[in-house]
């Protein structure tokens, strides 16, 4: 992908991944912003990905994604991965999808670890009720 850009989306999002306007007291954490990243291709087609995480590995730094909204082929589970390229200012240039895989293994690796360790993804446990059903289980409209 090229010229790609990225924002955040003035929204600040439950970590079930709704988003709320303004004040919520919904008891929801709302402490952790959720990134998007707006990507273009060649063909200047824009698309939307939640940044999960971003990583250090062998020296370089990597960006975890996953498509907002999700193709058709693609698993819930699924994520790509990009290195972060910086120019010599130390300035964010762009994203490569072209990497090692043997760094997409580690890489998976450690967000595998992560998700164990529930740093990631909360547990199945929490009260936020399904994201794709547009209720967090607060019960409040938004």
């Known amino acids: 992908m090229k010229d790609e850009e990225k924002k955040m989306k003035d929204e600040e999002s439950c970590a079930c991944g709704h988003h709320h306007d303004g004040e919520c007291d919904c008891g929801c954490d709302h402490g952790d912003e959720v990134n998007i990243l707006t990507l273009t291709d060649e063909e200047g087609n824009s698309r939307d990905y939640y940044e999960l995480e971003v990583l250090e590995m062998d020296g370089a730094e990597y960006t975890v994604m996953q ?24 300035e964010f240039v762009s994203y490569d999808p072209e990497i090692d895989e043997a760094v997409a293994d580690k890489i998976i690796d450690e967000i595998n670890k992560m998700i164990e360790e529930e740093s990631l993804i909360g547990d199945d446990d929490d009260d936020y009720g399904d994201p794709d059903d547009g209720d967090c289980g607060c019960g409040n409209d938004r």
């Open 67 to 90: 498509p907002v909204e999700l193709d058709e082929d693609m698993s819930e589970d699924e994520v790509l991965i990009y290195r972060n390229v910086y120019d010599e200012d130390g």
